[in-house]
């Protein structure tokens, strides 16, 4: 048992629920944010496009939560943009425009959401065994591990270095607020390290020059998304193939993470709430290509976030969603949190993405015995794992794009290696 202090059929107070939701949409924001981010400058779309993409992510994500805590697995789980997704929208984007984007997200939503509603997901729940699901569980805080460590060197902002000494102390002074509120406060304060963490951060990066307020300033006060914002969506069968594949790994990364999310709400996880979870996801995933956005799946930021506020009101989650739409109606202010720097994020989701990892051991450490077969299986599939997405993308270059695609997610190799020795040496 974890100890949860506010369980999933829980419910707050508006006033501190309010605060707690606002701290999942900081939880994500950062990563949500970079998926339209990336995707927009390298297809080349001008500054105020990729203004409106965030923006309709933003909607699409908010619109994505509140499905999956209503319809689907019913989990405290926030949904976000997911990077699985980044490859293929930047292939389609650049070759076929995104107008194809809607159509392969409208599309491949449509077949998630049948292979959820129909228990094809439930039925092969047999195979993630508690020795397959804490790897996996491992593996996805792993695999964010280095987009914490590039945040706290300012590396995306700035590589050349320039900026390394600002950054690592605005790094380090939101690291030390987080764990100093998360572990010595009392009462609601504990409960939101990430916020007290964030704007002490913020402003130890204005007062040393490293906030970039311009984006702020081109994005208009008030906006409400429209659908088909890039056109209507045409369907060409790369772009829906390419992006299936896409698909696929966010329902292994998503079935992970309903385990991961069980285990730290201290909530039973069955065939019924994995369906109803995909089949949801599915569904969002449409409605984000109807707006225009990004693929959207289970966000382990959020999980990680649940592990150290013990808190799992599924109240909480969906007023977090809420804030998400409200968010994507105000394009200054969701340009507010897209300024935030990111050696304030390096700060946040150190101690977040750790604690995600620590999960999937507890839950070996708990439920797996460590014979010579069990320790083979989680050795081999952490070392494919990890070493996977170091291949650089010129040698992926050689390989189906739909391999590739496979290895550059550290999280389904890893899931795929384990699944497959746990099945063989029985």
């Known amino acids: 048992m974890n100890g949860v202090r506010v369980g999933v059929e829980d419910k707050l107070p508006y006033s501190r629920a309010v605060v707690l939701g606002f701290q999942h949409v900081l939880a994500m924001f950062g990563a949500t944010i970079t998926v339209p ?5 390298a297809i080349g779309l001008s500054q105020k496009d990729i203004a409106l993409l965030i923006q309709v992510v933003l909607l699409a994500m908010g619109i994505a939560t509140i499905l999956q805590t209503t319809i689907g697995s019913r989990y405290p789980i926030v949904q976000g943009s997911s990077f699985a997704f980044i490859p293929g929208l930047i292939s389609i984007g650049s070759s076929s425009g995104l107008a194809a984007v809607e159509g392969a997200l409208i ?30 569980i491992m593996l996805i805080g792993f695999s964010l591990a280095h987009v914490a460590v590039k945040y706290t060197f300012n590396f995306f902002a700035d590589p050349s270095g320039a900026s390394i000494p600002k950054a690592v102390l605005i790094a380090l002074v939101t690291f030390a607020v987080t764990v100093a509120v998360a572990l010595k406060s009392k009462g609601a304060l504990r409960a939101m390290p990430v916020i007290v963490g964030a704007v002490v951060g913020y402003v130890v990066s204005i007062a040393l020059g490293m906030a970039d307020f311009t984006l702020v300033s081109e994005l208009p006060a008030f906006n409400v998304p429209r659908p088909l ?18 698909f696929m790994v966010s329902i292994i990364e998503s079935v992970g993470d309903y385990h991961a999310i069980s285990a730290i709400s201290e909530a039973p996880i069955t065939n019924r709430h994995i369906n109803r979870g995909i089949m949801s996801e599915g569904i969002a995933c449409s409605i984000a290509g109807i707006f225009g956005a990004c693929g959207t799946t289970s966000y382990s930021e959020n999980i990680g976030l649940v592990a150290l506020t013990k ?70 599939a952490l070392i494919v794992g990890l070493g996977a997405p170091q291949l650089p993308q010129e040698f992926l270059a050689h390989f189906p794009k739909i391999v590739a695609s496979i290895l550059e997610s550290g999280m389904a190799v890893g899931a795929l290696t384990a699944i497959v020795l746990d099945q063989i040496l029985r």
Do not use: C, H
């Open 37 to 41: 981010l990336v995707v927009g400058n």
């Open 107 to 136: 599309a491949g939503g449509i077949v998630e959401a049948v292979f959820g509603g129909f228990g094809i997901v439930g039925k092969l729940k047999k195979l993630f065994s508690p020795v397959v699901t804490g790897v996996t």
């Open 229 to 246: 914002p890039w056109g209507m969506p045409t369907f060409e069968a790369y772009a829906i193939i390419t992006l299936l594949f896409a």
């Open 311 to 380: 808190v799992a009101s599924r109240q909480v989650v969906q007023i977090g969603g809420l804030i998400l739409i409200a968010i994507s109606m105000f394009p200054k202010f969701s340009g507010i949190l897209a300024s935030i720097p990111q050696p304030v994020l390096g700060g946040l989701t150190i101690a977040l993405y750790g604690m995600i990892s620590v999960t999937g051991l507890r839950l070996i450490k708990d439920k797996v015995e460590l014979n010579d077969r069990n320790m083979l299986i989680i050795a081999s």
